[in-house]
């Protein structure tokens, strides 16, 4: 499809397609754009293909504010498509100046719907634990929240907060930190990383497997060419990673092969993406489309090399992402790829492991050029040895974090704990900014420190690992509630 779109750009990911085109003459563009669209439809009626017009759209990306309101006249199959402001692409809302905005509001709220999961399993006295709690929420709502972090990071320091803000209703469902705790502590309790901090680690590690792949494909390719020539007020996604210095490391190449495509002229080799009938999913019965596949197959010369991907169903009704290979007439002799552990006593196994011992004792050649696993391992480590300095506060002193998560015991007694590390229990109150604290059952004031000394011990055992003992004395001296 490439071939048939000239002086315009276009983008293929599955069925996913998008053409775009810069200039500043508006009237230039739709007739460019328009002149490819039948290209397109013509190549489309030839393989067999049908694109819906209703689920096209045109959108104008400016920072011209006067042109947002223009409704471009692009058409599909004598279709005006529509426009429209925020189109999805690949799962990442866009928005006409490119902001972001549209993106991170629906992570957001994506993100917050998430969250009532945790809130359902968590509880003061009953819920799972809060490793279980961590878990879920680094499973399930976390990589919602960074989807698409490699473009939204360009986006204002106010749309960034939003999603940590999410975050932080996370960890504080995961300690069962109250709300006026402060927010490095309830982080540092969870053992959850900024979201900033792990955008730029993550960053690190995506533009350098990029670099690594030369101009292996359209990406890489951009970022090797990639300069810095700034006319806007705002970043690009590139120039932010650039400032950053992330694009100042030599990377090893990891890519040592070509890559065949249905463009790739060789010997004895041919590329079919022809169908003899259209053969759309929602209208063609299975059994219909599986007849038009066989009409394909049995057109194959018999001693052609057959491998059937993707799922396909081979003769013997074997499926899956497998290949599977019908050569019996090319092949003379059966290969079989097979991982074997080693010291297992096969033949030939160990002596490959010897060899590989001896090989990793010999000094390595110098190279200024690092690998990818390298790159993300140096900026991992400088965003580990920030976060692992504890937040400063008059009370707490952890040492390390996710104290919370190293507790044993119940829900109820992992959450007394983490509250009384942070210093904000139950008992304390803010009026008019001013700490007041419930009685305690000796008729004084209910503060951490009166707390520890009613109860006969001492604040040491938050610290040492003696958490159990000193949950037992604040039920037996029922002073749990104020905690």
Known sequence: MEK??????????????????????????????????????????EHKLNFNPAKSFTCIFTTNRHMFNLHPKIYLKGNLLETTKSPTYLGFTL?????????????????????????????RDWSANSGTLRMTYTALIRPVLEYGYQVYQVASQTNLNKLERVQLSAARIITGLR??????????????????????????????????????????????????????????PVGVMWKRGLLDFNIEPCITFSCLTPNTSLDRVSFSDQLLTSAPKYTQHPEMMRQLSLE????????????????????????????????????KSRVCFQWIPSHVGVFGNEEAEVLAKERSALPSATSSELFTSEIYSIHKAKANSAWKNPPTHD?????????????????????????????????????????????????????????????????????????????????????????
Request: charge should be positive.
């Open 95 to 123: 928005d006409t100046e490119i902001n972001c905005g549209k993106h991170i509001a629906k992570l957001v709220e994506k993100g917050r719907k998430h969250l009532q999961l945790l809130k359902f399993i968590s509880g």
């Open 179 to 236: 709300s006026c705790c402060p927010k490095a502590i309830v982080l540092y309790e969870a053992e959850l990383q900024p979201l900033s901090m792990r955008i730029r680690t993550n960053s690190a590690k995506y533009i350098a497997k990029l670099q690594s792949l030369g101009s292996f494909n359209r990406t890489s390719k951009f970022i090797l060419q990639w300069k810095s020539n700034q006319r806007l007020k705002k970043d690009s």
């Open 395 to 483: 009370w707490y002193a952890g040492n390390r974090p996710g104290l919370s998560l190293q507790s044993v015991g119940t829900r109820s007694a992992q959450t007394a704990l983490a509250r009384l590390r942070s210093g904000h229990i139950k008992s304390l109150k803010f009026i008019d900014k001013e700490k007041t604290f419930s009685s305690c059952p000796c008729s004084c004031p209910a503060s951490l420190a009166h707390i520890i000394d009613c109860i006969g011990a001492s604040a040491r055992q938050l610290w040492s690992g003696e958490g159990k003992g000193l949950v037992e004395l604040l039920e037996r001296h029922g002073v749990m509630d104020l905690v």
């Open 4 to 45: 048939m779109v000239s002086s315009c750009n276009i983008g293929l990911f599955a069925d996913d397609v998008v053409i775009w085109k810069n200039d500043k003459d508006v009237i230039k563009i739709e007739n460019s754009l328009n002149e490819n669209m039948v290209a397109i439809q013509s190549f489309a009626e």
């Open 296 to 331: 394909l197959i049995n057109n194959i010369p018999s001693q052609a090399l057959v491998l059937y991907t993707d799922g396909s169903k081979s003769d013997s009704g074997r499926t899956g992402n497998g290949v599977y290979a019908n050569a019996e007439d090319g092949l």
